[in-house]
């Protein structure tokens, strides 16, 4: 099993996007940005990610609502971006069991902070669309690396492996 860690950065942001309109060339550094129209905005529509809100013209910054599994989440849209997790502050413990991994962690902020979507919620977002991914990293010295992934996609975990392997996964992980 693979892990990645990530020791000198000081922010973390992960976006998806399901039509990759935008252009690299049109993403800053938003951690610093005073200017940004941060906004928490209010639907009648269940949009089911922050690229129907720009579909629909609303192109700002900020939580906003989407509905996945049946449920209506609170999501940081930057832009048609979906973030789906954000570490900044050490706020929120994400040393946490797989199935707590499974349900949100901490919660969506504007700007963002310290928030996980969840795998269930990521399965459902990436299910039936090729997402396209956009990591962000911060350094201590505010150095920004950004990378671009045009496909991402979150299979199903229970499809994938036996019960019996699943089961002994997860008492491996609990033991930490």
């Known amino acids: 099993m693979a892990f990645i860690i990530i020791r000198l950065a000081l922010y973390v942001a992960l976006f998806i996007n399901n039509y990759g309109t935008a ?11 005073s200017s940004a129209p941060y906004t928490t905005a209010a639907s009648t529509m ?3 990610s922050c690229e129907d809100y720009c579909a629909n013209g609303d192109t700002s910054t900020g939580v906003k609502q989407i509905f996945i599994n049946g449920n209506l989440v609170n999501v940081f849209c930057y832009g048609c971006w979906t973030a789906i997790q954000s570490r900044s502050f050490g706020g929120v413990d994400f040393n ?14 504007s700007p963002p902070s310290d928030f996980y979507l969840g795998n269930d919620n990521l399965y459902a977002l990436t299910a039936d669309y090729v ?24 299979r199903n975990f229970m499809n994938t492996l036996s019960s019996t392997f699943y089961e002994h996964l997860l008492k491996l ?4």
């Open 173 to 176: 992980y609990e033991e930490k």
């Open 131 to 154: 997402m396209k991914l956009w990591v962000q990293l911060t350094d201590c010295d505010g150095g920004i690396t950004n990378s671009f992934y045009d496909t991402f996609r979150v």
């Open 23 to 33: 252009l690299e060339s049109d993403f800053t550094d938003f951690t610093s940005d």
């Open 46 to 48: 269940p949009y089911r």
């Open 96 to 109: 946490v069991t797989f199935e707590q991994y499974r349900k949100v962690i901490g919660r969506a902020t």
